[in-house]
Every structure is written in C-alpha cells, then in structure tokens.
C-alpha cells in the first residue's frame, strides 16, 4: 500500500504584482491553512515525508501545517519541478519517490490537484479548493505502478467554516 496526501496550497495574495511563483499567503490563506492544519491530524499516518513546491505561496503553507503537525520545516523536501500546474508532471514527480516511503504529503498547486486527483481517486471533485486536502490510497508497492486508487479523505475549509460561523452565532 502506498498513500498520498495532496493539499493545495493556501489562498495567495493578489494585492501587490509578484510574479506568480513569488506570490505569498494572503490573510485569508493564513487562516484557512492554520484551520486545515488543525483538523488534518486524524487522517495522518505516523510517518511520512513531505514534499512541496518551491512557490512562496506553497512554502508557506507547508510551513503552518509544520507548526500544527508538530514536523520539522527543516525536513520539508522543497521540488522544483512541483510547481507545476499539469496532471503528467505531477505523475511524474510522485511515480519518482523512493519505494521506502509508503506515505507522502505533497504540497502543490491546481489544476494539476484536481486533475490528479480525479483520475487516480475513485471520488469526482470538481475542484479541490485552495487549503484542500485529498488523501488517496493505492494498492501498489512501487510508486512507479501508480494506477488508479481510493480516494479515502477530503478535508476542504468550507467543511468548517459553516461550523464555525454557527458556533460565532450561538455565543452572541
């Protein structure tokens, strides 16, 4: 068995012209990313390695779930080649990571998230939102064999963030 957990980075700012890959975590990003990182930990395996994408955007959300998760940004393998917006590529990264790693988190970007995800995971998502998680499961012993999977968890912000607003309102 081998499982992949996807997340898409956190929501980036737009209010000052970087370029795309110099693009930091706007507020709303923070947020979400600090409530996702909050409620993924049920759904993690116990050991794991964790790559993501050289976009500030990414690192910065790498760098949150690290405080939440209680992992070492310092062991946050950052891939240059993650910063890719198509599915092939992204395939092709993940068919590259070594056989002794059973459980990889990979923080990357859309449309190559959706795209991956609903070709390799048994559950259609039209789009995994920014803060999205997807974990996939796949009955495979070499990454290189990667075929289509389970797609076992889906954590979004929007899942909360009604809960959240509710709990606001009762408290008023």
Known sequence: MKNLILIRHSKSSWETLFKD???PLSKRGINDAHLISSK???ILPKTYIVWSSTAKRTRESAMIYSEHLMF???N????EELYTFDEQKLEEIIKKCENRYVNLILFGHNEAITNFVNKFGNLFIENVPTSGV???QFDIDDWQDLKKGQTINTLFPSHYKNEQHNKQEVHR
């Not at 946050?76 to 891939?79: E, N, P, R, T």
Request: glycine share 0%.
């Open 134 to 136: 997807v974990s996939l």
């Open 72 to 74: 070492s940004y310092e």
């Open 76 to 79: 946050v393998i950052l891939k």
């Open 40 to 42: 993924i930990a049920d």
């Open 21 to 23: 890959i110099d693009r």
